[in-house]
């Protein structure tokens, strides 16, 4: 029901805006109504469209060309394809100049025989449905780029997290199942081969949410340059230690992918393909939190403290991700300790799963 309301929401104020458009007026000395736009200021407004429709034409015909000689010097096809595309662009464009100077001509002829004032409504609404909704119903030709090399996504990844020291085993101290992390960025991947999309660097910018729960009612007490686990006095609900970071992670993704090719340009999917990726991230911490619920003469409390806990503010690791098309396993190894400068060192650990939203 929203997906239809919307629209017609928006139909029905550019029908609105259309009419206004059209009957805008303004008032004379006499306090009479006039137009407010008397046609022959209209009359050159179209004349020196006129001029523009030429030169944009020309500026569509001229991409077209460096396309075409683009395909050219690549191998994509031979001279005398080049030519026969180039006579039918040429031909085309020269055919568009015709028509689109044939409508204003026609328009020109309405307004000279026509009062000051008259306005062609189909005109008022196109341009108020642009402006309203964002569409061009008459959108400029414009040339795609021939070759992309580099696209963007959005990456969410989300899964289980834990944290392990020598001699330690995942599950030791920390709840496996209540532990977890949220990864959320946005990435870039280019290709790195100009005729092969068989490796890809993909490198962007993400925040990082790293969820401990430890086990046994424990939880972290910062004392000076120390940080350890021990026991609450009474007995714990929820025990929740959060760190967040700001990292920069780069990959080299190694997959098949399909060349698609069109008339004026060409891409690679890796949509239905396996892929594989392997590389690190680096970054910073920006936030450490520790959340405690449990009950004190009867009541229940609940504490959220944000201090630094000696969390280790520069962070990095290496991480890599088996998929196929948009969905993967993923998993992290942060190289630096959760805390630095203690006499044992843990190191956080993720395993989950990876969404590459194109």
């Known amino acids: 029901m929203n997906t239809i309301t919307k ?18 007026t303004q008032q004379d000395s006499t306090g009479n109504n006039m137009p407010f736009r008397e046609n022959g200021l209209e009359i050159d407004r ?29 191998g994509g096809i031979t001279k005398d394809d080049a030519e026969m595309l180039k006579k039918e662009v040429a ?24 009062n000051d004032g008259y306005s062609d409504e189909t005109v008022q609404f196109g341009f108020s ?23 963007s996504d ?28 949220i990864e959320l960025g946005v990435a870039w991947k280019t290709r790195l081969f100009k005729e092969s999309n068989a490796v890809r660097l993909k490198y962007g910018v ?3 949410w790293n969820k401990l729960t430890p086990k046994n009612d424990q939880y972290f007490v910062q004392d000076g340059n120390i940080t350890t686990l021990e026991a609450f006095p009474s007995e714990l609900s929820e025990a929740e230690f959060r760190i967040t970071n700001l990292v920069v992670p780069i990959h080299f993704e190694f997959g098949p992918s399909k060349k698609i090719e069109r008339k004026n340009y ?13 590389g690190g991230y680096a970054g910073f911490n920006i936030g450490t939190q520790q959340k405690l619920r449990f009950k004190e003469d009867g009541n229940r409390v609940k504490q959220r403290i944000r201090r630094n806990y000696n969390a280790t503010p520069f962070v990095y690791g290496v991480s890599a991700y088996v998929g196929y098309g948009g969905l993967g396993i993923y ?27 194109d």
Do not use: W
């Open 46 to 74: 179209l004349i020196e469209l006129k001029k523009t429709i030429e030169n944009e034409e020309r500026e569509f015909l001229k991409a077209e060309v460096e396309n075409i000689n683009r395909r050219l010097d690549v």
């Open 7 to 24: 629209p017609l929401v928006l139909l029905i104020l550019c029908l609105i805006v259309s009419n206004v458009n059209a009957q805008e």
């Open 266 to 278: 060409f891409r690679y999917s890796t949509e239905n393909h396996f892929k594989i990726g392997i």
């Open 129 to 151: 449905f642009r402006k309203f909704t964002g569409i061009n119903i008459n959108p400029k030709n414009k040339s795609r780029v021939y070759d992309k090399r580099t696209t």
């Open 331 to 357: 998993a992290k190894y942060d190289l630096n300790p959760v805390f630095e400068n203690q006499t044992f060192d843990q190191h956080n650990l993720s395993l989950g799963f990876r969404f590459d939203l």
């Open 206 to 208: 993400s925040l990082q």
């Open 91 to 114: 031909k085309k464009r020269a055919l568009n100049i015709e028509n689109r100077m044939a409508i204003l001509d026609n328009k020109i002829a309405l307004l000279e025989r026509n």
């Open 154 to 181: 959005l990456v969410f990844a989300a899964g289980f997290n834990n944290a392990i020291g020598d001699g330690q085993k995942i599950g030791d101290e920390y709840s496996f199942m209540g532990s977890g992390f």
